[in-house]
């Protein structure tokens, strides 16, 4: 009933910069907070960043610094800016969000499909 679309991914040189997006659409009430994830190949999932109704957010150490999350909730989309980006970053981003549905509260829990970032030397 929830989809998320992110763009953005791509290849980008050390030291530069990629914008992350990830929007929400579908019977949603209201969401509770969003997050984004990321994955490389042999590694375990990472959690990023998150953002929540407060408009607070946590951060992973590797990112403090250097990455910024962000919504805009007429949109229900979140962003993730990406800077100084190093090539330990790359991997699979994925955006996640907690949601209530129109007619059943939940929360319920999605996923986008991920989008790629890789980071070159």
């Known amino acids: 009933q929830v989809q998320l679309v992110e763009s953005g991914g791509g290849l980008v040189q050390a030291g530069g910069s990629l914008r992350l997006s990830c929007a929400a659409s579908?019977?949603?009430?209201?969401?509770?907070?969003m997050a984004w994830y990321r994955q490389a190949p042999g590694k375990q999932r990472e959690l990023v960043a998150t953002?929540?109704?407060?408009?607070?957010?946590n951060y992973a150490d590797s990112v403090k610094g250097r990455f910024t999350i962000s919504r805009d909730n007429a949109k229900n989309t979140v962003y993730l800016q990406m800077n100084s980006l190093k090539p330990e970053d790359t991997a699979e981003y994925r955006c996640?969000?907690?949601?209530?549905?129109?007619?059943?509260?939940?929360?319920?829990?999605?996923w986008g499909q991920g989008t790629q970032v890789t980071v070159s030397s």
């Open positions: 996640n969000a907690e949601v209530s549905l129109l007619f059943r509260t939940g929360p319920y829990n999605y």
């Open positions: 953002t929540f109704n407060d408009g607070s957010a």
């Open positions: 579908g019977s949603i009430f209201s969401i509770n907070k």
